[in-house]
């Protein structure tokens, strides 16, 4: 609908034509909701017919987020000591997927290579700086790459001789500040290192502790079986839209604009996993399941850590404990169905699919494999009264 007015004066002549929008009555509404599916099991999702298609949206699993933080590591072109020591834990994540008969020459050279030039790079007196050619040692590279070896050795690899770094490290204890010792005290915990743990932990005790303190205390208390408790663990924990769990706020940290969000909440995983919590657990895997919430919507990004440090952090914690019974990652199966017959079976993800309900029986949604998978489910319809909200 549109009007016209015009005027004219003489030989003088102007006019205007305008629209009239004319807007239907109502207004555009979506209803439907999301799932978490952690279990092998079936979900029945109510559908309203009469409303029109179902838009069934299911992401991936754990396997293929993680395989995007090995891959990236395994390609990963820059190679100081930290970098290397992140690389070859994920080299030796690939092999503890592969299946137990299989020899890859590629991987194995490349496992060896990375331990034979962390060999090469230590200090004089048996730790490892950022570079061969630092002038320091660091507290911080030489504890990553002691557990990148301990995990190599685990495997069956040779490993070099590194009581002469266990030694340097312990005998920094004494002159560290609170921080760095409670860094090095976690460390040698979960390693079983028998030292006095209640008597170093007694500074401790009477500190208000952040969060970022709380963490690690609360841990070596579990580790060297001390009385502990995670109620005041639950106080800082942060929730996603979709209920997953995790700890920390972004700031700079590291060597680049970063946030202690995954070294955090790995941390409160490990404690929440070893006290047999596993509805929390769920929700931390949940987590770093999911899209990463700190990077920007629409961004390209092909892996979800911020550097090769969290990336090895995240395979190393996660990936055990999603393989299966076998030690094999299965990978996961979404079955749609309706009035008892498949609709549709999905292997790859993310995958988007359309649904048309064509009876009043809910929607079947059954996963099978290891590790979540993310369901949102929605209809879009005209709502000719809306309520006033």
Known sequence: MEYTYGLQAGDYRDGEQRPIPVFRKGSERTVGGYLVLNQDSTYQVKVDPTLGPVDIRVGANGLPQLMKEINWLRNYRYGCNEQTASRLIALLAIKSIQPPDSFDVKLEKAING????????????????????????????????????????????????????????????????????????LFFA????????????????????????EIPYRR????????????SLSKYAQHTLTGARYWGTQQHWFYRPSRQVVGLTLK???????????????????????????YPQGASKDHWAMNTY????????????????NQILDSINVTISQANQVQKTLKHFPSQQSLLPFSNQPIGIKK????????????NYWDTDPPIE
């Open 190 to 213: 979960e390693r079983g290192q028998v030292l006095d743990y209640p008597n170093y932990l007694l500074e401790y005790d009477t500190l208000q502790r952040s969060l970022q303190w």
């Open 114 to 185: 990375m331990i034979h030039r962390l060999d090469k790079t230590r200090q004089p007196n048996g730790s490892w700086g950022w570079w061969k050619s630092s002038e320091k040692p660091s507290q911080w590279v030489t504890q990553h790459v002691l557990l990148a070896f301990e995990k190599a050795a685990k495997m069956g690899y040779n490993i070099p001789d590194v009581n002469q770094a266990e030694r340097y490290l312990l005998s920094l204890l004494p002159e560290l500040g609170q921080r760095r010792r409670l860094d090095a005290l």
């Open 368 to 379: 099978s494999g290891d590790g979540p998978a993310f369901v949102s489910y929605h209809q």
């Open 268 to 294: 409160a995983y490990q404690l929440y996993r070893d006290a047999g919590m596993t509805d929390t657990l769920s929700s931390i895997q949940q987590y770093f399941m999911e899209d990463d919430p700190f």
């Open 220 to 231: 070596i208390q579990q580790l060297e079986n001390l009385p502990y408790q995670l109620d």
């Open 310 to 325: 969290e990336a090895s952090q995240m395979t190393s914690t996660l990936l055990p404990d999603l393989l299966g019974e």
